[in-house]
């Protein structure tokens, strides 16, 4: 389910939003009628996308707020809904960082696509972050046995492939992961 929070300062501009895109996907649809209501909202509800419908004037200000929510929440979806006179100079400055303009009034069809764009998206970004995790966790499962490796080779003055050989032959013995051999070989030799 799509959780959606359109900021917007017009009741009935929020309304008709909401029905658009609920008719379109299953999805909540939270109102925030100022900026400051948007950063409370985004951690209270866990938002995939904000569109923000607010009367916008193509300030310098204005897009720094958009760029830092962003900076601030990386997975969010932001899409900015402007009047057509504005579309072109903000989608110049804010489209390298993923944030998408469309121009008012919201055709049907046009949210349609994009919402499916966006919650394609964002599915890609989740599945990143997560073999993002699982690589970190490698690389630091990697640096421990080799910090175990070391810590072999200097005291019990093994070659490195019998040091490797020792963490991989107790691990399969014991019946544990490599990094579990490894943070006892640690502790055992920083306790010293």
């Given at each position: ?108 069809e046009i949210l349609a696509q994009l919402l ?25 499962e990697i640096k421990l046995v080799d910090l ?45």
């Amino acid at each position: 389910m799509l959780k959606i929070l359109i900021c917007t300062t017009k009741t009935d501009r929020f309304m008709q939003l909401k029905a658009i895109v609920q008719e379109l996907y299953p999805s909540e649809v939270i109102l925030a009628k100022c900026k400051e209501e948007v950063t409370k909202s985004i951690m209270l509800h866990s938002i995939d996308t904000v569109l923000i419908d607010l009367p916008f004037t193509s300030d310098q200000h204005e897009i720094a707020y958009v760029l830092k929510l962003l900076n601030r929440y990386p997975d969010l979806n932001i899409l900015l809904l402007l009047a057509s006179k504005y579309v072109y100079s903000v989608r110049e400055r804010v489209e390298k960082y993923g944030v998408f303009v469309i121009s008012k009034p919201v055709q049907k069809e046009i949210l349609a696509q994009l919402l499916s764009f966006l919650r394609a998206n964002s599915f890609r970004f989740q599945n990143y972050l997560k073999e993002q995790k699982k690589l970190k966790n490698k690389i630091a499962e990697i640096k421990l046995v080799d910090l175990a490796k070391c810590l072999l080779m200097e005291n019990e003055f093994l070659t490195e492939a019998k040091a490797h050989r020792y963490i991989e032959k107790t691990a399969m013995d014991e019946r544990k992961t490599r990094k579990q051999i490894a943070t006892e070989i640690i502790q055992r030799y920083q306790s010293i």
